[in-house]
């Protein structure tokens, strides 16, 4: 059994930064496809970044050049550095592990 647990999200002004962060545990073995999704409601959730099979990442042409995917094998976490942040950044993001696990979300808020 896989398990996610997300921090970091909060109230922020436009402009400013946020790092989010997830855990995972359980029966991990390599942190390949894992990342973010956000979703706002009525909306589907839509992918932010994650890091693909082959390790490399891949971001959502909104967040391209603001934020930053990285993780931490030996802690078996991932962090979201989110910058330059815009009001439609706000919404409840979503770690996942393969898309087959999902965390609780996280909510985002950034103010006008």
């Known amino acids: 059994q896989v398990q996610l647990v997300e921090s970091g999200g909060g109230l922020v002004q436009a402009g400013g930064s946020l790092r989010l962060s997830c855990t995972a545990s359980?029966?991990?073995?390599?942190?390949?496809?894992m990342g973010w999704y956000r979703q706002v409601p009525g909306k589907q959730r839509d992918l932010v970044a994650v890091?693909?099979?082959?390790?490399?990442?891949n971001y959502a042409d909104s967040v391209k050049g603001r934020f930053t995917l990285s993780r931490d094998n030996a802690k078996n976490t991932v962090y979201l550095q989110m910058t330059s942040l815009k009001p439609e950044d706000t919404a409840v993001y979503y770690c996942?592990?393969?898309?087959?696990?999902w965390g609780q979300g996280t909510q985002v808020t950034v103010s006008s």
């Open positions: 996942t592990l393969r898309s087959l696990w």
């Open positions: 890091f693909t099979g082959d390790g490399s990442t």
């Open positions: 359980g029966s991990i073995f390599r942190l390949n496809n």
